[in-house]
């Protein structure tokens, strides 16, 4: 079955305690990105990559890092956690160019 | 991306036909309609997507104004299932480059049984 994976489903840390939440898909896609949504905000967009090794910054970078060393596999890091960094993220995957994307079942991430 | 405006939420019978109005007066000739929707503590889901003509698949059909300025989807039979927020998105095809999808608010779609 085509599908996203992310882990963990649910996670609650302290702040400044690093963390990745990992996403992996298989479909061998090129593309994969990650987006956080906030109430009122919609849904905004961190981090993208293109293929391997190809990552950039979509529009709310700060305080993330990822990185793209396997096609399916992008995990998405957070140094030092903050509060304002609660929130629920999507990883979402698509054929290039400008195919359907598929999302992730969202990681609910609280920073205490 | 070009801006779109969705009503904020619309109720609907169940088993009934579900019409969902979108109007992109600013789309340009290159701009793709796109429509995903997001169920209840779920990730976005694409449903459907056209260019100028109208498009059927197995989720719903998109009907596309003949000047492009507004489209509707259409769920034929709406489903307890089908209750979601639906994002009518456009999307530049020549701009080959990051695959941001840009969500706006959407429509609260509420099925009565």
């Known amino acids: 079955e085509a599908q996203v994976t992310q882990n963990p489903r649910y996670l609650i840390t302290v702040t400044g305690k690093k963390l990745t939440v990992t996403c992996s898909q298989n479909?061998?896609?090129?593309?994969m990105s990650w987006y956080r949504q906030d109430p009122g905000l919609g849904l905004r967009q961190i981090y993208y990559?293109?293929?391997?090794?190809?990552?950039d910054k979509g529009d709310v970078p700060e305080g993330y890092k990822v990185s793209r060393k396997e096609k399916r596999n992008f995990p998405l890091i957070l140094e030092s956690p903050s509060p304002n960094q609660t929130s629920l993220y999507f990883c979402?995957?698509?054929?290039?160019?400008?195919?359907?994307?598929?999302f992730g079942p969202g990681t609910r991430l609280t920073v205490t | 991306d070009a801006k779109t405006t969705q009503p904020n939420s619309m109720e609907s019978n169940e088993e009934e036909p579900v019409h969902l109005p979108c109007n992109h007066s600013?789309?340009?000739?290159?701009?793709?309609i796109h429509w995903y929707r997001q169920l209840p503590s779920q990730g976005p889901e694409y449903v459907i997507h056209?260019?100028?003509s109208n498009v059927n698949n197995r989720m719903a059909s998109l009907a596309i104004a003949e000047d492009r300025k507004s489209s509707t989807l259409i769920l034929h039979r709406a489903t307890l299932r089908d209750a979601a927020v639906y994002y009518c998105?456009?999307?530049?095809?020549?701009?080959?480059?990051?695959?941001?999808?840009?969500f706006g608010t959407g429509t609260r779609l509420t099925i009565i049984p």
């Open positions: 479909m061998n896609h090129e593309y």
């Open positions: 990559s293109m293929n391997v090794e190809v990552t």
């Open positions: 979402a995957s698509s054929q290039l160019p400008r195919g359907e994307q598929y």
């Open positions: 998105i456009l999307r530049d095809g020549t701009n080959f480059g990051n695959e941001k999808l840009t």
């Open positions: 056209g260019l100028t």
């Open positions: 600013t789309i340009s000739g290159t701009d793709y």
